[in-house]
C-alpha cells in the first residue's frame, strides 16, 4: 500500500543520536538476523532523488478523458470533450494554471506535498475514524491470562524500540521499488508524532531522535485511563522486559474501575474536538496531559474483554482495530490523534490503528513486521533482577460541563457508526499469488482486474476505482491514483458477462486489461499519473483567486473523483490485513494483503447506502477469482505482463 485514504478528504473537496540498544538477555533485530546495521545509511540516496515532476498538461488531459471514457455516456463524454478540448486550448486558462504550477514546483522541493497533507488531511473535517484512519488487523496471540497479556504487550514495546534504534540511529536500509531509492523522511513522522486538533484546520507535530529533548516514554490506555509510562532511561537505553513487565502492572493495578472516556473526544467531528481542545488547553492539568500524548513515542491500548459480535475473529478485531467496538468496548480506551496505537486484548486480538496524515503503509508495514518479528523471537525471560524504572504517571483531566456533554455525544455518534459501518473479512484460500505469477501476470493488477469484474457482475457498469501508487522515488512524495477502471477493464468484463463469448477471447481481454493496468501503474509512479496533477490545476486555481475552471464542474470530473472503490494493497511478511472505510456513502473500502497461497481481503461499506453490501461483495469477488482462474487455467500463458 502506499497510501489510500487521503482520497478521503480531496474527494469531498472536489464534490464540495541514542546509545546502542541494551536489552538485558533480549537481542536487538540485527543481532537476530533481520536487520544488519549500518549507521547512517537510512538517508544515503535523499539528496540524490528527483523532485516530483509535473507532467505535460495535453497528455493529462488525453489520459484523463481516457479513464473517463468507460464511466460515461456517449452523450455526456461527448460534452466532456468540448469542456478539456476548452480547457486545454492555446493560450486559454488550463495553459496558464500549467505555468504558475511549474512556477512553484521551481520554488519547492515538492510542488505537491504540503498542498496534499493540508486538502487531503488537515483540512478534512469528518471524524478521522473509519474515515481517515486505517486499522491493521496482526495473527491471533496465544494469551490467556492478564500475565499473557502484559508479556506480549512488553515484547511489543521491546520490539518497537528496537525498530526506532534503527530509525534513531538511520540504519534503517533504504527502500526500494524497481530497484530505484525511495524517500525515507516518512520514518521520522511515525513515532512520536500526533495530529493536533483545530477549530478549521488541525495540524501534525513531530519529535525526531535528532532533537534535544527527545522522548522517552509511551502512553498505556487501560480502562480509559492514560498513563505517562517511561520506556527508556535517562540515557535512552531501552528497559528490560521485566522492567516493562513492571511498569504494564503498575498501569493494571491502579486502573482497575472505568474512567470518563475522554478519548472519545478524538472521535468527534474535528470541529467540535477542536474547540473543546481550544479551551481545554487553557487549564494547565490539560495541557500537560496533552503534551505527555502528543510527545510520547507511541500509545499502547491494554484492552478489556470484549464480546464478539462477528462469527469471524479477525472482523471482530478489525472492529477494534478501526474503531474500538464502540462506546461499551473500547472505543474510550484510544487517542485517535496519535500516528500509532497498538492494542492487545486478552482474547489474543492484537493490531493497531494509525492517523494517516504523516505517512502511508509501508513504513507501518515495516514496523509492524519488524515488531512481529521480534516479539516472537526475543527471549522470553521475564525473571531478570533490575533496578527499578520511575513509576508511570497517571495523566488527569480536568473536564468542564461542555466537555462532559461533547464526550456524551460522542458515545452516541460512535456507536451510530458502528452500526452503519458493514465489514466483511475475506480470506480467500483457492489460491494465492502464486497462481498470477504462474501465469506471468502481476498479482497486484490480477486482483484489481478482479475487483472491476466483481463490481461489474453486482452493478452491470464499472466505476470510478481508487488504487494508491506511491510517489515515494520523488522527494517527499506521497501519492498518486491509479485509476483501475479502464477502457479495457470494461471490456473484459462485458465479455466475461456475455454467455457467447469463447474462453480464449476472454483471457485475450484480461490480459490486455492487466497491461492496461500495468501500463498506468507505471505512469502513476513516475510522476505521470493525472489526478495530483488535476488537484494542482485546481488548487493554483483558488490560490490566485481565480473561479475554478469549467473543468473541474464537469459531471465527468465529479464522477470519476467519486470513487465508489477505494482499493490499496498491503504486502506484509506477516498473514495480517489492514481495513478502512469506504471514501464515498455509497461505495466500498477494499484492502488485500497477497499471500503466497492465500490472498487476505478487507471489504466495508455503509448499512445506510442501499446500493452496497459488504458480505455480497466479498461473494462474488470470491467467484470472480475462481471464474478468472478457470479462464485463464483454459487458456496457455504468454509473455509475462
Not at 103 to 122: E, G, P, T
Not at 301 to 312: A, G, I
Not at 417 to 432: E, M, N, R, S
Request: charged share 20%; net charge neutral.
Amino acid at each position: 500500500m502506499s497510501g489510500m485514504l487521503g482520497i478521503t478528504g480531496v474527494t469531498r473537496m472536489m464534490m464540495q543520536m541514542p546509545k546502542v540498544v541494551k536489552m538485558g538477555l533480549s537481542k536487538t533485530a540485527a543481532s537476530l538476523g533481520r536487520v544488519k546495521p549500518q549507521h547512517g545509511r537510512m538517508f544515503l540516496h535523499q539528496k540524490s532523488l528527483a523532485r516530483l515532476p509535473i507532467p505535460p498538461l495535453q497528455q493529462t488531459l488525453y489520459r484523463y478523458l481516457l479513464s473517463v471514457e468507460p464511466l460515461l455516456s456517449k452523450e455526456d463524454f461527448e460534452t466532456t470533450k468540448k469542456v478539456v478540448e476548452d480547457f486545454g486550448k492555446p493560450n486559454g486558462v488550463g495553459q496558464r494554471l500549467q505555468m504558475a504550477l511549474v512556477k512553484r514546483a521551481k520554488k519547492l522541493d515538492n510542488w505537491l506535498s504540503q498542498w496534499w497533507l493540508s486538502v487531503a488531511y488537515l483540512e478534512f473535517r469528518s471524524p478521522v475514524v473509519v474515515n481517515v484512519s486505517p486499522g491493521i488487523v496482526c495473527p491471533r496471540e496465544n494469551i490467556n491470562s492478564e500475565s499473557d497479556q502484559l508479556k506480549f504487550a512488553s515484547k511489543f514495546i521491546s520490539g518497537v524500540l528496537d525498530f526506532k534504534h534503527l530509525i534513531d540511529t538511520n540504519s534503517l536500509p533504504v527502500d526500494q521499488m524497481g530497484g530505484q531509492p525511495l524517500c525515507m523522511d516518512q520514518y521520522y513522522k511515525v513515532l512520536a508524532a500526533c495530529r493536533i486538533p483545530g477549530p478549521r484546520k488541525d495540524d501534525l507535530v513531530f519529535y525526531p531522535p535528532n532533537k534535544p529533548d527527545a522522548p522517552k516514554h509511551i502512553i498505556v490506555a487501560h480502562k480509559n485511563h492514560f498513563y505517562s509510562v517511561d520506556v527508556m532511561d535517562k540515557e535512552g537505553v531501552p528497559l528490560t522486559l521485566s522492567q516493562l513487565y513492571s511498569q504494564l502492572k503498575f498501569v493494571l493495578e491502579a486502573s482497575t474501575q472505568p474512567e470518563i472516556p475522554v478519548g472519545l473526544l478524538t472521535t468527534a467531528h474535528r470541529n467540535t474536538w477542536g474547540k473543546v481542545y481550544k479551551r481545554l488547553n487553557k487549564d494547565p492539568t490539560n495541557a500537560k496531559s496533552f503534551d505527555d500524548i502528543k510527545r510520547a513515542i507511541f500509545l499502547l491500548c491494554l484492552d478489556s474483554s470484549s464480546s464478539q459480535t462477528e462469527q469471524n475473529f479477525s472482523a471482530h478485531v478489525a472492529r477494534q482495530a478501526l474503531y474500538g467496538g464502540g462506546s461499551g468496548s473500547n472505543s474510550g480506551n484510544r487517542w485517535y490523534d496519535k500516528t500509532i496505537q497498538f492494542f492487545v486484548s486478552p482474547n489474543g486480538g492484537t493490531g493497531l490503528t494509525y492517523e494517516h496524515s504523516g505517512a502511508e503503509g509501508p513504513p507501518i508495514i515495516s514496523l509492524v513486521d519488524h515488531t512481529l518479528a521480534y516479539a516472537h523471537s526475543i527471549a522470553d525471560d521475564f525473571s531478570a533482577m533490575t533496578v527499578d524504572a520511575p513509576a508511570p504517571k497517571k495523566l488527569n483531566f480536568n473536564l468542564d460541563l461542555d466537555a462532559l456533554d461533547t464526550i456524551e455525544e460522542a458515545k452516541q455518534e460512535i456507536d451510530s457508526l458502528a452500526g452503519d459501518l458493514q465489514l466483511t473479512i475475506l480470506p480467500f484460500k483457492h489460491y494465492g499469488k502464486d497462481f498470477p505469477k504462474s501465469q506471468k501476470l502481476s498479482p497486484d493488477a490480477f486482483i484489481q482486474i478482479a475487483i472491476q469484474l466483481t463490481y461489474y457482475k453486482i452493478y452491470g457498469r464499472s466505476a470510478a476505482t481508487y488504487e494508491s501508487a506511491s510517489l515515494r522515488k520523488y522527494q517527499y512524495g506521497r501519492t498518486d491514483t491509479i485509476r483501475s477502471a479502464s477502457i479495457a477493464s470494461n471490456a473484459f468484463c462485458k465479455a466475461m458477462e456475455e454467455s457467447g463469448t469463447k474462453p480464449s477471447e476472454k483471457a485475450m481481454l484480461f490480459r490486455k486489461a492487466i497491461l492496461s493496468h500495468k501500463e498506468y501503474t507505471n505512469l502513476a509512479i513516475n510522476g505521470d499519473g493525472i489526478d495530483r496533477h488535476l488537484l494542482g490545476l485546481k488548487l493554483i486555481a483558488i490560490e490566485q483567486g481565480e473561479n475554478v475552471p469549467d473543468l473541474f464542474m464537469d459531471t465527468a470530473y465529479t464522477q470519476s473523483s467519486h470513487f465508489n472503490v477505494s482499493t490499496s494493497q498491503v504486502p506484509a511478511k506477516h498473514d495480517l490485513v489492514m481495513c478502512f472505510g469506504p471514501v464515498v456513502p455509497d461505495g466500498y473500502g477494499i484492502c488485500y494483503n497477497p499471500r503466497q497461497n492465500h490472498l487476505n481481503f478487507a471489504v466495508s461499506a455503509f448499512n445506510t447506502s442501499p446500493e452496497t453490501d459488504s458480505d455480497v461483495f466479498a461473494k462474488r469477488l470470491t467467484e470472480s477469482l475462481l471464474e478468472i482462474r478457470d479462464v485463464l487455467e483454459s487458456a496457455p500463458p504468454t509473455a509475462k505482463l
